[in-house]
């Protein structure tokens, strides 16, 4: 029974650590498109997005608490639901390929790879928990 435990609690790190990578290849397809553009790592930040995913990228890593993971569920869920509401991010995905378009498709495929991976990283640990019996 030991080995199904462990087992389980790496299946469900991996998915953790699956979250934590999205997370910041999302802060990267977000703030790499200024940076490039501006050749600076200063002068291209262009407001808190980027931070907002790392920390929460960090949360999810550091606090081993089951539901934790879904804090970055629904940070990347909003941001997903806010980049496609907005008419500049829409032109950003759909205009001439360039860096600016590849950071944006990065940004947004990273958010939906951010929500399969931290709701598996939560349901792995529920059906463990439910074979198991422990609660």
């Known amino acids: 029974m030991t080995d199904e435990r462990s087992s389980g609690t790496g299946r469900r ?13 999302a802060a990267v397809g ?6 490039v553009e501006s050749r600076s ?3 291209g930040y262009d407001g808190p997005g980027p931070l907002i995913y ?21 940070m990347s869920a909003l941001f997903l639901v806010g980049g496609a509401a907005d008419a ?3 032109d950003r ?17 990273s958010f939906g790879a951010a929500i399969v991976c931290g ?12 074979l198991t019996g422990e609660w």
Do not use: I, N
């Open 88 to 90: 500049e991010f829409r």
């Open 41 to 43: 790592l200063v002068a």
């Open 13 to 25: 790190r991996s998915w953790v650590v699956a979250t934590c990578v999205a997370l910041v290849l």
């Open 93 to 109: 995905l759909t205009g001439p390929v360039g860096a600016g378009f590849a950071g944006g498709w990065l940004q947004m495929l």
């Open 54 to 74: 790392l920390g929460v990228a960090v949360l999810v890593a550091a606090v081993r608490w089951r539901f934790v993971p879904l804090v970055a569920v629904a």
């Open 119 to 130: 709701t598996a990283a939560v349901r792995r640990q529920a059906k463990r928990r439910q």
């Open 30 to 35: 977000d703030a790499g498109p200024e940076v």
